[in-house]
């Protein structure tokens, strides 16, 4: 789970998907962004933690209009991938795709009937270091999905320091905000999810202790106090194995994904609790046909 490789991306892709659709409902995406384009009509966006540009696919169709985006990533690995995930993703869905060389074109209609084109072009900076290089003043919409959580507050205070200046629009999506449950439950699953969750607040390489499920509550404070409209809404996965039908081996493969990486992370966290944890995963793995498990997450949206 912390490896971010490419398999784990898409692995999780259609529960992030499900778990924004029911957020969109409630954020309603294209009011807020409404009248925010710039002189030539069009909306710039950063991406920040692109991974391989889930971000983009789910918010450049439910945006819709003229869209220009910026990918930043440091895996050179992911940016790769980038093309070809969006290529797959628009034959899928219907749009059009088209590459230029380092130029990527991706148009077409999205389920509320909006039309969107989006140029998109990748970056690959060391986001922790290298912040202040990025064209805010540039930019309507700073985003991010599922990287919040892994952020120190002092990263997050200089990222929003930036935007903030610049006037951008601010989406963070997917930030794990520290309710997990488990259906049927068992009685150790508080003792891991607590040492999984100070495994979670351990530097994640921006600058200090991650702020993990205090992220976005960290971040709503800090832009309500700066005068910006902030909205919120739950975004969480629900990884539900007990289900047969067609979700299901992508269901039981995330779930078992996150009961090694949950029990992985809870025994570097707390080795005295070591054998426990190994009878957790145990009993989690033989119940997995069972199971289901939800995972709270935020979206957040800031407008100036
Ligand atoms: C959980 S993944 C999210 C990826 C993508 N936003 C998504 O929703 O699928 C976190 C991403 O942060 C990126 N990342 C981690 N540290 C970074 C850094 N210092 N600079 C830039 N990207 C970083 C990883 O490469 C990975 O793509």
């Known amino acids: 789970m912390n490896g971010f490789t490419s398999d784990w991306l898409a692995l999780r892709e259609p529960f992030d998907r499900a778990a924004r659709a029911a957020a969109a409902a409630t954020l309603d995406l294209p009011s807020l962004i409404a009248g925010r384009s710039a002189e030539d009509g069009s909306l710039s966006v950063i991406d920040l933690a692109c991974g391989t540009g889930a971000n983009l696919r789910e918010l450049a169709p439910r945006l819709g209009g003229t869209q220009r985006w910026r990918l930043i990533d440091h895996d050179p690995v992911l940016l790769n991938a980038v093309a070809p995930a969006l290529a797959g993703w628009a034959s899928a ?3 059009r795709f088209e590459q230029h060389g380092d130029l990527l074109h991706v148009e077409g209609r999205g389920e509320n009937g909006l039309a969107f084109a989006a140029a998109v072009q990748t970056g690959r900076l060391d986001l922790a270091r290298d912040l202040n290089t990025l064209p805010f003043a540039r930019t309507q ?5 599922a990287l919040l959580d892994l952020v120190s507050a ?7 320091d930036q935007a903030l200046a610049a006037r951008c629009a601010l989406l963070f999506a997917l930030n794990v905000d520290g309710r997990t449950a488990w259906d049927p439950a068992d ?28 992220a976005v509550e960290q971040a709503a404070l800090w832009l309500g106090a700066a005068g910006y409209r902030v909205r919120q809404a739950d975004s969480d996965w629900i990884i539900d194995a007990s289900q047969p039908g067609p979700s299901h081996p992508a269901a039981a493969a995330l779930q078992r994904a996150m009961i090694e990486g949950m029990a992985t992370a809870a025994s570097e966290q707390a080795p005295d609790n070591e054998a426990a944890i190994r009878a957790w995963r145990q009993r989690r793995l033989a119940l997995l046909e069972r199971s289901c498990l939800r995972v709270g997450h935020t979206d957040l949206i800031a407008m100036p």
């Open 154 to 160: 002092d990263w997050l205070r200089a990222l929003l």
């Open 141 to 145: 919409l700073v985003t991010a999905s």
């Open 93 to 95: 869905r219907g749009h």
């Open 187 to 214: 009685d150790h699953d508080e003792l891991v999810h607590a040492a999984f969750a100070a495994h979670q607040r351990r530097d994640k390489g921006f600058l200090g202790p991650a702020l993990g499920g205090q």
